[in-house]
């Protein structure tokens, strides 16, 4: 069992930054692919970001590409996910997942195991 937690939520204006961070107290994230979804009201679950368990490759969904980036940090067990240029579509509640899988498909919510409890994001003036 891993448990998931996410910071780095908040409140910003368009053109803004945040840092999301996803941590595992009891358990390392180096064997895990880890991936960012977003859910904003009204609407399912999407893909944002993915990275494999080695820092490489990296997947983005096309509404994030240039402006999202995904990286671990192995010495502080967590994965972020900077976020740069804000606007007000990417607005919605951020969870971090983990799988264990050797072969998964990034862009699924299915292929992933554990999920964190989820940060709000806002982007508004």
């Known amino acids: 069992q891993v448990q998931l937690v996410e910071s780095g939520g908040g409140l910003v204006q368009p053109g803004g930054s945040l840092r999301l961070s996803c941590g595992a107290s009891?358990?390392?994230?180096?064997?895990?692919?880890m991936g960012w979804f977003r859910q904003a009201p009204g609407k399912e679950r999407e893909f944002v970001a993915a990275i494999s368990w080695s820092g490489t490759p990296t997947y983005y969904t096309d509404s994030v590409k240039g402006r999202f980036t995904i990286f671990r940090d192995n010495a502080k067990n967590t994965v972020s996910l900077q976020m740069n240029s804000l606007k007000p579509e990417d607005t919605a509640v951020y969870y971090c997942?983990?799988?264990?899988?050797?072969?998964?498909?990034?862009?699924?919510?299915?292929?992933?195991?554990?999920w964190g409890q989820g940060t709000q994001v806002t982007v508004s003036s």
């Open positions: 997942a983990a799988t264990s899988r050797s072969s998964w498909y990034p862009f699924s919510s299915y292929e992933y195991d554990y």
């Open positions: 009891e358990r390392t994230l180096r064997t895990y692919a």
